[in-house]
T-cell receptor, first 113, second 115 residues
Framework: NAGVTQTPKFRVLKTGQSMTLLCAQDMNHEYMYWYRQDPGMGLRLIHYSVGEGTTAKGEVPDGYNVSRLKKQNFLLGLESAAPSQTSVYFC????????????FGPGTRLLVL | AQTVTQSQPEMSVQEAETVTLSCTYDTSESDYYLFWYKQPPSRQMILVIRQEAYKQQNATENRFSVNFQKAAKSFSLKISDSQLGDAAMYFCAYRKIYNNNDMRFGAGTRLTVKP
């Protein structure tokens, strides 16, 4: 199993450009999450999904959209990137159970100029 | 809202020695989970240890153990016999027991291990 993978690993955008980050998991997990990590702060939840076709807002959802068209993929979109969205983005997933721990992807570093 | 505080931005330890990383949290819940995650330079988030608040016994995983003080809302991580590979950022995290979808993280402690 590859676990949780993220594409791309690193990207540079100009202000106003759009892009999509892809998270994929091959563990048949139901729940998937997108976090951002900024210096001096812990991870903060952007959006999450509890199953195919469902999404919900987390702590810091503004400026982002997500989609979960397939169970194994969770996409994070930036429609009009801003410098404040410069961050490291992590995807995570769990199967379903309340006692389970989240598995994290390797992260995507995004720089918005 | 639940908050997680790690008051030590940086810590260092000599190889083979013991170090303790601090974490406090704020919650009105009685049942919840607490976690310590390790983030090495590769950026991968790796679970180190997990504690269920309803368990009085402190969790241990090999060289890693916690000191969970529920009344004080304190959750420290002790690393014994420190190794060079333990050098990383360490994050404390909290989650309600019946809510998978609201994990709260502290700001992290950067641990340096000196040979």
């Amino acid at each position: 199993n590859a676990g949780v993978t993220q594409t791309p690993k690193f990207r540079v955008l100009k202000t106003g450009q759009s892009m999509t980050l892809l998270c994929a998991q091959d563990m048949n997990h139901e729940y998937m999450y997108w976090y951002r990590q900024d210096p001096g702060m812990g991870l903060r939840l952007i959006h999450y999904s509890v199953g195919e076709g469902t999404t919900a807002k987390g702590e810091v959802p503004d400026g982002y959209n997500v989609s979960r068209l397939k169970k194994q993929n969770f996409l994070l979109g930036l429609e009009s990137a801003a410098p404040s969205q410069t961050s490291v983005y992590f995807c995570a997933s769990i199967y379903r159970g309340l006692q389970e721990t989240q598995y994290f992807g390797p992260g995507t570093r995004l720089l918005v100029l | 809202a639940q908050t997680v505080t790690q008051s030590q931005p940086e810590m260092s330890v000599q190889e083979a020695e013991t170090v303790t990383l601090s974490c406090t949290y704020d919650t009105s819940e009685s049942d919840y989970y607490l976690f310590w995650y390790k983030q090495p330079p590769s950026r991968q988030m790796i679970l180190v240890i997990r504690q269920e608040a309803y368990k009085q016994q402190n969790a241990t995983e090999n060289r890693f153990s916690v000191n969970f003080q529920k009344a004080a809302k304190s959750f420290s991580l002790k690393i014994s016999d420190s190794q060079l590979g333990d050098a990383a950022m360490y994050f404390c995290a909290y989650r309600k027991i019946y809510n998978n979808n609201d994990m709260r993280f502290g700001a992290g402690t950067r641990l340096t291990v000196k040979p």
